[in-house]
């Protein structure tokens, strides 16, 4: 018993933190989300936080949902549309010079929620419904949201990370890596910073 209750403060605990850091995404960037959306994603937080992502490609898993029964199909569009916006937003920089990148996860996880919110044949109403159709329509922003919890609670822990962080800023233009590399004291040069 004192086990569970040890767990049941820590998710409390790490809950309690993501709340924070996501209600202060959310007013960063000028949103007033529904209490349902930001409950959804401080939960969502929270849950990655205690368990690992699953090894499956979310394309594989997509697919699958296509010829799934109703409970387990939901159950499949739910991770994929909740593991491509803890990835494009959370861990965006790991996507780096990898096959797929962000705009990958940022179409498949607005598909994914796009339908848990039309629903399909055999499906009771959600009571999630609004908070999937919601995620769907603004995936991206939410995407920025996460990132920048993710740049308040992810440090620069190596010379190879600020690298990184410089090739994403070369490569996309992100405003916010840009950010993130003036608070470390790199000033990238005048004009893009992109080879010519």
Known sequence: ????????DLETTVESFFRDEVDRALRDRGLTSGTLV?????????????????????????????????RER?????????????VSGFWAESLDDRWVDVDYYIELGGSAYGELARGGPGWTGDPFGD?????????????????????????????????RLYRRWQRTGSASAQSRLAALGVVPPKGDGRPQ
């Not at 018993?1 to 049941?8: I, K, L, N, S, V």
């Not at 969502?44 to 898993?61: D, E, S, V």
């Not at 939410?142 to 600020?162: G, P």
């Open 1 to 8: 018993m004192h086990g569970y209750q040890r767990d049941m």
């Open 38 to 70: 930001e409950h959804y994603l401080v939960r969502l937080l929270a849950a990655y936080a205690a368990q690992p992502i699953a090894k499956a490609p979310l394309g594989l898993k997509m697919l699958a949902a296509s010829d799934a029964p109703p």
């Open 74 to 86: 939901r159950a499949h569009l739910r991770e994929v549309g909740d593991t491509s916006l803890y």
């Open 131 to 163: 908070v999937f159709g919601e995620l769907a329509s603004n995936f991206p922003t939410f995407v920025e949201v996460l990132e920048k919890v993710s740049q308040r609670t992810n440090r620069c822990a190596s010379n190879q990370d600020v690298l």
